[in-house]
């Protein structure tokens, strides 16, 4: 008996101290917002790769083609200002890519959400419905909702799936569509049927306007782009005559093509803005 008594008396000295000892949450603190590469590796469905390794695909670009531009034009300060170019590269290539997946995922949600109100008017539970997309949704959605499935069926919470669909799905419309689904469950819902159906509604619309929009603007972007890159094209095509850029090796050489680089970089970060479509912002992530 003493010694089942020392047992629980030390038990419970383990169970304070480890309590004194760990990290409580400040109140009212949110959570730390991730960095702009981990946010757009998530728009690109790309969750599982590191931002470290983003990084150092950045800086084996920028690498390769500063040594490549310094072994076709022999200027050191043009190399340089073409290897800050080629690090550029990877990122935007990500941000097409997320461009493109939210493009795609636009343009699914209405038919998941469709095939979300038939399943649950046919009878069917909530989370099977949620589940029998993996089969019946959008193919761009399957491997999102697959992962759904598996974790409901090793785990049965129905919360605790969502959440990891909402962070898998990375999408502002996912945020809604996934809340939609966590409150009918917790407060049992009866207007869940007509909910989905007016979501669906404002979602068509909300795709034909934007597809409208973005293809009266396509030309004027496209300008745009063309305009910030012809100048260091033709930089490009002068490095393939001998000498021809030695005048930029030069002190002042250096500082054109260092406010060439600050002037297009300006130019196109304003073209970005005044030409980008207002988008959801993820406030339910």
């Not at 790309?46 to 670009?61: K, Q, W, Y």
């Not at 799936?161 to 689904?181: H, I, N, Q, S, W």
Request: one cysteine or more.
């Amino acid at each position: 008996m003493g010694a089942f008594l020392g047992l629980l008396l030390g038990l419970g000295l383990l169970l304070v101290l480890d309590v004194r000892t760990s990290p409580l949450p400040e109140p009212g603190r949110a959570p730390a917002r991730p960095g702009g590469i981990r946010r757009r590796l998530d728009a690109a469905g790309l969750a599982d790769i590191p931002v470290a390794r983003v990084v150092g695909t950045c800086v084996g670009s920028a690498l390769a083609g500063a040594l490549v531009m310094l072994v076709v034009s022999g200027s050191p300060a043009v190399a340089l200002t073409f290897g800050v170019l080629a690090a550029w590269l990877p990122l935007g290539a990500l941000g097409r890519r997320a461009a493109g997946r939210r493009r795609a995922l636009v343009a699914c949600w209405p038919d998941a959400v469709d095939d979300l109100s038939s399943a649950v008017r046919a009878g069917m539970s909530l989370p099977d419905a949620v589940a029998a997309l993996a089969d019946r949704g959008p193919v761009a959605l399957r491997p999102s909702f697959e992962r759904f499935a598996a974790d409901h069926r090793v785990t049965g919470s129905f919360g605790t799936c969502l959440d990891r669909l909402k962070a898998d799905l990375a999408d502002p419309v996912g945020d809604r569509f996934v809340e939609a689904l966590r409150l009918a469950r917790d407060v049992g819902g009866t207007e869940l049927g007509r909910l989905l159906r007016t979501l669906s509604a404002v979602l068509r619309e909300d795709a034909r306007t934007r597809s409208e929009l973005e293809v009266r603007q396509g030309w004027a972007v496209n300008a745009a782009r063309l305009a910030v890159a012809a100048p260091w094209a033709t930089l490009a095509f002068l490095s393939l005559r001998p000498g021809a850029l030695a005048a930029y090796d030069s002190t002042g050489g250096a500082a054109v093509l260092a406010w060439a680089a600050v002037a297009s970089a300006v130019a196109y970060a304003v073209m970005r803005r005044i030409g980008r479509l207002p988008g959801d912002d993820r406030v339910l992530s």
